[in-house]
């Protein structure tokens, strides 16, 4: 251990210590800076003073005061010290933001990284392993993770930390390595393999043994994961154990936005509005904004996002050019409100570029529902049946509730507008009990009143009756005043009578008694042929008669062309 300046009030310093002890960091880094002002402070209350300055957003004062250990620690010839403290400062020059995502990291910030790790590998070139070289390992790790790189190598990497980290016995560089590995295996799709990993940072994380900034990291990008996979149910659990923590951390404002974002989303999604909302206005204040610029990026858009099922729309388009503005692309939800507007023509350009410049099937699998909802509205159920052929693809390789709810949904949306409801209500009905069971009030309504456009479409007014009630009720409940007053039309409206037909066979009976051949049905409407196949046999059933010459015959007797 250094020695401190032999003019610094010890009572002090042991009671910058006690601070720092009791999580108290705002004040820990205003004493420990007023003592530096002083006397210079020693080599470990410098290091204290970093950490302290880098949980309290003061970013500069935190790399300039590891700048100041490095160099103590190298001329008084600790080089493993020293090496800690060149990764601690290339680490640094990634953002909090950057480092629990993991993607869009800015090359400038990897180079400057990259730079301190090879000068940290040289000063370890000629000693016995220890546990700074799995510290080495972490940056390099973490490189290909953010760039999209190798993700084996990523793993491997990460792999090699973890089992130093264990023989060492240092939770940091564990949790470290173990985050790395789970977020690299999720991305290869090894997705359970990957979440075990997770679980485990998060353990030691709570175990209380970890420093702040490593655990702040680790609880991040452990939800992060949750997001990505669709995995509501860890994301509400680790959503909650990073509030914990964070409560637990007095005067921190490094994670705050962070922490306050994922509680914002989580409470939307559990149907809190009001507190979600607040959540989200909390996470962009002033005071938070320099500390995670990406989160607070991420706070406009929930905001944008609540808005708009709100139907400020208004508002909603402000939050969301505020999050576009610091950097996120404001993806659904932007086409979603255009929707929303009634610019049918915007929505389907908005969300066809989002999906475009997306790669990744789980990314993909975000944005896919709002496609299909769009592009069904444009009037275009080929490519809304193309989207919902993806999404399906996606939930099977992954088998996720929610991505599975999802893609029922979708399909059953299609099979709507293409005039089969009777094979649409089965998928619909898993998906409303999924949502139902995982909480999630808004995707459940949604799905009910999918569900009671069917039966009406079968003819069954006092089933559909019964779904927009209790839709009516959730979106009530919920303050999505334009969902309640599109049930509310939904309601206020009886089918006309079509002899039995549905909207979709009626157009394709009209066509058929025009002589067009089911094939060119099919090209007219933009549907399969065995769609229309489908639709034929239902009208011929339905009319009780047994040719199409008989079928065009009725037409004209009941002035149906």
């Known amino acids: ?6 003019s610094l009030p010890a009572a002090s ?9 009791r999580r108290r960091w705002w004040d820990a880094y205003q004493m420990l800076s007023r003592l530096d002002s002083r006397s210079a402070l020693g080599v470990q209350d410098l290091e204290e003073l970093a950490v302290s300055a880098f949980l309290c957003g003061r970013r500069r004062e935190s790399r300039h005061a590891w700048l100041r250990a490095y160099q103590i620690h190298l001329n008084g010839g600790d080089l493993r010290a020293a090496a800690l403290c060149a990764l601690r400062i290339g680490l640094g020059q ?63 990497d990460s792999d090699r930390a973890v089992e130093i980290a264990r023989r060492w016995g240092d939770p940091d560089l564990l949790v470290l390595g173990l985050t790395i590995q789970g977020r690299a295996m999720v991305r290869s799709g090894s997705i359970e393999r990957g979440v075990v990993h997770l679980e485990e940072a998060v353990m030691v994380v709570e175990a209380g043994d970890v420093s702040p900034s490593i655990a702040g ?32 951390q007095e005067g921190m404002l490094a994670f705050q936005s962070r922490s306050l974002v994922y509680q914002a989303t989580f409470d ?30 991420s706070a406009h858009y929930r905001q944008g996002d609540l808005l708009r099922l709100r139907g400020d729309l208004q508002e909603a388009e402000f939050a969301f050019r505020e999050a576009s503005r610091r950097g996120l692309d404001p993806q659904p939800g932007l086409a979603l409100l255009r929707l929303a507007g009634g610019d ?12 475009g410049e997306t790669r990744n099937p789980l990314n993909r699998a975000a944005i896919l529902p709002a496609h299909v909802e769009i592009v069904l509205a444009a009037g275009n159920p080929t490519a809304a049946s193309e989207a919902a052929d993806e999404l399906e693809k996606v939930a099977d390789a992954h ?62 007014d006092d089933a559909s ?52 051949t089911n094939k060119e049905i099919a090209e007219e409407l933009i549907v399969a042929t065995r769609t229309v196949d489908s639709h034929v046999s239902n009208i011929l059933t339905k009319l009780g008669v047994a040719t199409r010459s008989a079928a065009t015959a009725f037409a004209h007797r009941h002035n149906l062309l």
């Open 1 to 6: 251990m250094a020695v401190r300046s032999e």
């Open 13 to 21: 310093v042991e009671y910058a210590r006690a601070l720092i002890d």
């Open 94 to 156: 990634i953002s909090t933001g950057e480092l629990a995502q993991a993607s869009g990291c800015l090359p400038a910030s990897l180079t400057s990284c990259a730079a301190w790790v090879a000068h940290a590998s040289s000063l370890l070139a000629d000693g016995e392993e220890g546990v700074e070289h799995g510290y080495v390992l972490i940056p390099a790790a973490y490189e290909q993770l953010a760039i999209g790189g190798d993700l084996d190598a990523a793993a491997a």
């Open 217 to 248: 990291i680790a609880l991040s990008s452990a939800i992060e994961a949750a997001s990505e996979t669709f995995d509501t149910i860890r994301f509400g659990e680790w959503s909650g154990a990073f509030g914990r923590w964070r409560d637990l």
């Open 268 to 297: 939307e999604l559990q149907g809190r509005w009001d507190q979600a909302l607040d959540a989200a206005v909390h996470a962009c204040e002033d005071h938070l904004a320099d500390a995670d610029p990406a989160a607070v990026a």
């Open 344 to 355: 049918v023509g915007a929505a389907v350009a908005s969300i066809g570029r989002a999906l």
């Open 399 to 460: 088998s996720t509730p929610v991505l599975e709810a999802a893609a029922h949904h979708a399909r059953g949306a299609v099979l709507l507008a293409e005039g089969d409801p009777r094979a649409a209500l089965g998928g619909l009905r898993v998906a409303a009990r999924v949502w139902a069971h995982l909480g999630l009030p808004y995707e459940e309504a949604r799905t009910r009143r999918v569900i009671a456009e069917c039966c009406r479409m079968l003819g069954d």
């Open 465 to 516: 009756s019964l779904e927009l009630g209790i839709a009516r009720g959730i979106f009530s409940a919920l303050g999505a005043r334009p969902d309640v007053v599109r049930v509310d039309s939904l309601l206020a409206t009886q089918p006309p009578s079509f002899h039995g037909l549905s909207r979709r066979e009626l157009e394709v009976f009209r066509l058929l008694a025009q002589g067009m």
